[in-house]
């Protein structure tokens, strides 16, 4: 069922889309699901005459790149959790919508995924009240 949904997924073959992309990866044979929809891809760019041509290598190349380097593109694999939050005092879908920005801010590179760096951005931008 993840195949179908993300077949027609719209995305290029940079880096940052393709993070932007593994979002979405269920967490369990992500590697296998991304060699399943590059050939479900190249078989629907094949069967439509107005297809753009379009480099699956390079996506795939840049899913190994990610994964192996540590990039940070989900939840699992930014610095900081939910139990951070609750130290730091936050609760219920405070922590949920916290942590969705910090990976969305870390995947478009405009936050560092770093512990420290993580931890006072949210203490800035979330003021607890007292």
Known sequence: TWLVLYHDYKFSI???????F???????DDSMLIDLLIDL??????????SDSFDF???RRNYDE????GECFNLK???IDGNILINLGYSGKEIGKILNELVDL????KLENDKDK????????YKKEC
Request: proline share 4%; aromatic share 2%; charged share 35%.
């Open 41 to 50: 891809k190249k078989s629907d760019s094949i069967d439509h005459i107005n």
């Open 106 to 109: 870390v995947v478009d590179l």
């Open 14 to 20: 940079k880096p940052k889309s393709v993070k932007k």
């Open 118 to 125: 993580l931890i006072e951005y949210v203490t800035r931008t």
């Open 66 to 69: 990610i994964i192996s380097s």
């Open 57 to 59: 290598d390079s996506i």
């Open 22 to 28: 593994m979002r979405h990866l269920p967490g369990r």
């Open 77 to 79: 694999t930014l610095k």
